[in-house]
């Protein structure tokens, strides 16, 4: 799962992105694309959010969940369940969003790991990014050496399911998926 939120988790306005940040989108095109064998997974709001000529996205085989609208160039899918059996080919499955899709994942266990960029900003939303679970655990900040474009400080933060008994034994209050700052 890759995401980019401001403060507030806010990730969208008006179904588009409240912000342009270059970089994070350079980020975005490089743990997306790998090695070109990949597969994007995205919800139908954020498939028409793309600019008409950046859909689908090059080098990746793209998934649109919906109920039924059809995506030239994408392949449709109607169901996490159909999407998880669908994708299970490619080396990667990247879910891209938006705000349905990410909930929907979230507490999948085929969810490995979450790439979120913080934006230390306040921008204006109407999309959230939800509330990671308790199981996964930072595992990478760089907050301590953020990027700056625009006058925008933002830095990439992953987070991965945690499996090891220590941390599976400890009681769910005293869990914290805090970054080391
Ligand atoms: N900051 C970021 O990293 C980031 C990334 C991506 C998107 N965004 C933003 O997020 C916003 C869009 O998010 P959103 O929550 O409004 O929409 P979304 O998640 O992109 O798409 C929602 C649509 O996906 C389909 N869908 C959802 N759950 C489904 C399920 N379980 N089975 C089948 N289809 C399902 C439905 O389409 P049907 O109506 O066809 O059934 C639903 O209307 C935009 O503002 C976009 O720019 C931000």
């Known amino acids: 799962m890759i995401a980019a939120c401001c403060r507030g988790r806010g990730i969208g306005l008006s179904n588009r992105l409240p912000w342009v940040?270059?970089?994070d989108m350079r980020l975005f095109q490089r743990l997306t694309v790998g090695d070109g064998r990949n597969a994007v997974l995205m919800g139908k709001k954020t498939w028409l959010s793309l600019p008409q000529e950046s859909r689908p996205l090059p080098k990746r085989t793209n998934f649109v969940l919906t109920s039924g609208y059809e995506c030239h160039g994408a392949r449709t899918v109607r169901s996490v369940s159909e999407a998880v059996s669908h994708t299970e080919a490619f080396d990667k499955t990247w879910v891209i969003g938006g705000g349905e899709i990410y909930r929907a994942f979230l507490d999948h266990a085929a969810l490995e790991k979450i790439y979120l960029t913080?934006?230390?900003?306040?921008?204006?939303?109407?999309?959230?990014?939800p509330q990671i679970p308790k199981?996964?655990?930072?595992?990478?900040?760089?907050?301590q050496d953020p990027e700056c474009e625009n006058g925008l400080e933002y830095w990439l933060e992953v987070y991965a399911r945690n499996t090891s008994p220590s941390l599976e034994a400890r009681p769910r209050d005293q869990q914290s998926t805090d970054c080391p700052k």
Do not use: K, N, P, V
């Open 21 to 23: 940040l270059e970089g």
């Open 118 to 129: 913080h934006i230390d900003a306040d921008f204006e939303f109407d999309t959230q990014f």
């Open 135 to 143: 199981d996964f655990i930072c595992i990478r900040s760089d907050r």
